[in-house]
């Protein structure tokens, strides 16, 4: 059975700091793995999407990696900023069950000015 | 344009009423879904949909029924709510492609239920 586990569950770091959002799976059969924000009382948005062919995805200081052999994703975030404060949640797809995402608990992320 | 939209954003009713949630989605999509969060903030599959076909119907109660009555719509129904039903439930959307692979998912803002 999938498991997804995030680390860590929450970070707090200075405004300009490059960091590092670590996502694990314990099951290498995935469709793709897909990078979530949510910021309190407010719905998920999706930050990137990675196909299991992709080793890695950017989109502006967003930058997710993939390494399906050893079941691992991280989502790297450079120069920091407070807009960035919210909760980051990983998600697969995984190969015996299309339809669905199977989640990680989230990441509080809090970015000090 | 909102892609995926729910209604309402928040509901509070008392334990035993029979309320629902609505989802569109204006993606084009063919598959949907819902999803609960619990306070932990832990999100879980509950239905997906495919073409207004049933696909999943994880280990619910069967008093949430789901309806899609076309490709853009998939509401949710839930009878004599209960206290435990309080969550943020979430409907989202995506595409089914050539080798039956769905495509990045899109959610709605989530509709937080309070049971009181």
């Known amino acids: 059975k999938q498991e997804v586990t995030q680390i860590p569950a929450a970070l707090s770091v200075p405004e300009g700091e490059n960091l590092v959002l670590n996502c694990s799976f314990t099951?290498?059969?995935?469709?793709?793995l897909q990078w979530f924000r949510q910021d309190p009382g407010k719905g998920l948005t999706s930050l990137l999407l990675i196909q299991s062919s992709q080793r890695e995805q950017t989109s502006g200081r967003l930058n997710a990696s993939l390494d399906k052999s050893s079941g691992r994703s991280t989502l790297y975030i450079a120069a920091s900023q407070p807009g960035d404060s919210a909760t980051y949640l990983c998600a697969v797809r995984p190969g015996d069950s299309n339809y669905q995402l199977i989640w990680g608990a989230g990441t509080k992320l809090i970015i000090k000015p | 344009d909102t892609a995926v939209s729910q209604t309402p954003k928040y509901l509070v009713t008392q334990m035993g009423n029979d309320k629902s949630i609505k989802c569109e989605q204006n993606l084009g999509h063919d598959t949907m879904y819902w999803y609960k969060q619990d306070s932990k903030k832990f999100l879980k599959i509950m239905f997906s949909?495919?073409?207004?076909?049933?696909?999943i119907n994880e280990t619910v109660p069967n008093r949430f029924s789901p309806k899609s009555p076309d490709k853009a719509h998939l509401n949710l129904h839930i009878n004599s709510l209960e206290l435990g039903d309080s969550a943020v439930y979430f409907c989202?959307?995506?595409?089914?492609?050539?080798?039956?692979?769905?495509?990045?998912?899109?959610f709605g803002q989530g509709t937080r239920l309070t049971v009181v």
């Open positions: 989202a959307s995506s595409q089914k492609i050539t080798g039956g692979m769905n495509t990045e998912a899109f």
């Open positions: 099951d290498s059969a995935i469709y793709n």
């Open positions: 949909y495919n073409n207004k076909e049933l696909i």
